[in-house]
């Protein structure tokens, strides 16, 4: 059995020579690895966006690996590479789901090597590659922490033309933010991922996930927050532990809400609620009736004693608590 140490080194090894082979358009599309001199409590496993890069998952696994945690952030296959893309010379993202999930359980079988229990987490299409492992191996992760997942737009035309119209598609790049990764993309190459999310959306009403955080944005015009609460209202039928969060319109949170860069200024917000729930042991319930006691005058610390929930909360749970808003029906 390999120990800890070699096996780290041969992680970044072994990632550094694929990827200096491809090679990568620029240093924030490498892989990024935190790794402590010994086996965590916590390993954290993160997956980008699509057509986006690793370095997305920078603050937050940062963050996280100050707090004592191991974290990969792997670059997902055909992400990442340079090349002169456009129309006419697409980028070579994934052409079939499968190239994607088998990505996802070997990087899961590195990260329970690393630790003691394994924290996945994706952003929009990454949210549901991680949606799907906590859907369909619920008994490997401890928790699944799922940013602005796209299950689907904002607009039914919207998806309709991903669904049925096979078209380069170039994005739309906001004035003052930063774009990392491909500029462009084959409409096909995502619509596998969408179907993998209407999937997952009929499998959660009848198929027990492990705990999920779904963290949305009501200022986010990319994905339908309808969807997003009938994957955390199915999921809390069968997982009592799943939360959901979802930032105010007026901070303006995008839908790339990982880093400053792509236009989130409240990161150090995102970074605190995240840990709230990693370090947190409430079912939704609990959370809600907390929220309640403080509702009715109480300072967090006299709820938490009363509730006797002392040894189950983490610190910044209180700030979050105010700012919880519960999906409507």
Known sequence: MTDYPTLTQKIIHDINTQEASLPLFDEKCASRFFFHPQPTKKVFLFFHGFTAVPYQFEPLGKALYQAGYNVLIPLQPGHGIAGNWNADNPPPLPESLHTYTEFCYHWLEIAQTLGEKV???????????????????????EKALLFAPYFGG????????????????????????????????????????????????????????????????????????????????ASL????????????????????????????????????????????????????????????????????KELNLAQRVYPSLAAMLPKIITPNS
């Open 237 to 304: 039928n069968l997982e009592p532990k799943s939360w959901f969060y979802s930032f105010d319109k007026s901070l303006g949170i995008p839908h790339t809400m990982m880093t400053r860069e792509e236009g989130n200024n409240y990161i150090e917000l995102l970074i605190s609620i995240a840990k709230a729930y990693i370090e947190t042991d409430l079912t939704w319930y609990e959370l809600q009736e907390l929220r309640w006691h403080i509702a009715q005058g109480k300072s967090f610390e006299t709820a938490i």
């Open 154 to 233: 904002t607009n039914e035309a919207v998806d309709w033309f991903v669904k049925l119209v096979n078209i380069y598609f170039k994005w739309i790049r906001p004035a003052g933010r930063e774009h990392f990764g491909y500029e462009g993309f084959e409409m096909p190459k995502l619509r596998i991922l969408l179907e993998l999310g209407e999937d997952i959306l009929n499998r959660v009403t009848t198929q027990p996930t492990a705990p999920i955080f779904v963290i949305s944005s009501a200022a986010d015009q990319a994905v339908d927050p309808k969807e997003q609460d009938h994957l955390f209202k």
């Open 119 to 141: 924290i996945i987490g994706g952003l929009s299409t990454g949210g549901v590659l991680a949606a799907n492992i906590a859907l369909e191996t619920p008994e490997k992760i």
